[in-house]
Nanobody, 124 residues
């Protein structure tokens, strides 16, 4: 499984971005797909997951209803819509795939494959 993340960029506080992560092969019908983020010098943090069966779970402490995860099976792509962005959302965002379906989701070790990361920078 290979994942390719894109969509990061520079945005002002209060703005929006949509991150995309395209997978190789027909992974979306069987894998859980998650997003993490990492600030240099800090641990990689769970952001959201969409399970094999379409359930969505968020890290509410950091997301607080501002982000939405979704997927398009026909395009083999998972998305993360980022709204009401804050400077503290600045990080490298990584997508990840879990062959077990995404039902255990918050640790790095729960995932089998990772994308290369896409940088989101939010200016104040």
């Amino acid at each position: 499984v290979q994942l390719q993340a894109s969509g990061g960029g520079l945005v002002q506080a209060g703005g929006s971005l949509r991150l995309s992560c395209k997978g190789s092969g027909d992974i979306l019908t069987t894998y859980g797909l998650g997003w993490f983020r990492q600030v240099p010098g800090k641990e990689r943090e769970f952001v959201a997951v969409i399970t094999r069966t379409g359930g969505r779970i968020y890290n509410e402490d950091s997301v607080k209803g501002r982000f939405t995860i979704s997927r398009d099976n026909a395009k083999n792509t998972v998305y993360l819509q980022l709204n009401s962005l804050k400077p503290e959302d600045t990080a490298i965002y990584y997508c990840a795939a879990d062959r077990s379906g995404g039902y255990v989701y918050s640790r790095i070790s729960d995932y089998d494959a990772w994308g290369q990361g896409t940088l989101v920078t939010v200016s104040s």
